[in-house]
């Protein structure tokens, strides 16, 4: 059973920079694409960014393109999110993801991390 943990959350300032980790324990994670995901209070799970292992193909959601950076760390089993210029429309809990197929679809993620609360003040 392949677990993922996040860590990174917090409390930040508009217009503050915060950066999310989440390591993998899967012994091979060449073959998963990595997702994260995000859900504010009284709203539905909403897709952020993914890429894949090898650190190309990435995608992100228009509302955070140009703000948000996800990365690979192959070597450490991590992927990261960045997150610059930061609004309190991005208050959310966090989540990492992962999935066999290249998708921006939550329903294709089958693995899930337990969450980081990000919190972003006016």
């Known amino acids: 059973q392949v677990q993922l943990v996040e860590s990174g959350g917090g409390l930040v300032q508009a217009g503050g920079s915060l950066s999310l980790s989440c390591v993998s324990s899967?012994?091979?994670?060449?073959?998963?694409?990595m997702g994260w995901f995000r859900q504010a209070p009284g709203k539905e799970r909403e897709f952020v960014a993914r890429?894949?292992?090898?650190?190309?193909?990435?995608y992100y959601a228009d509302s955070v393109k140009g703000r948000f950076t996800i990365s690979i760390d192959s070597a450490k089993n991590t992927v990261y999110l960045q997150m610059n210029n930061v609004t309190p429309e991005d208050t959310a809990v966090y989540f990492c993801?992962?999935?066999?197929?290249?998708?921006?679809?939550?329903?294709?993620?089958?693995?899930w991390g337990q969450g980081t609360q990000v919190t972003v003040s006016s």
């Open positions: 993801a992962s999935s066999p197929r290249l998708s921006a679809t939550r329903s294709e993620y089958n693995t």
């Open positions: 899967a012994r091979s994670v060449s073959k998963y694409v």
């Open positions: 890429t894949t292992w090898s650190g190309v193909l990435t």
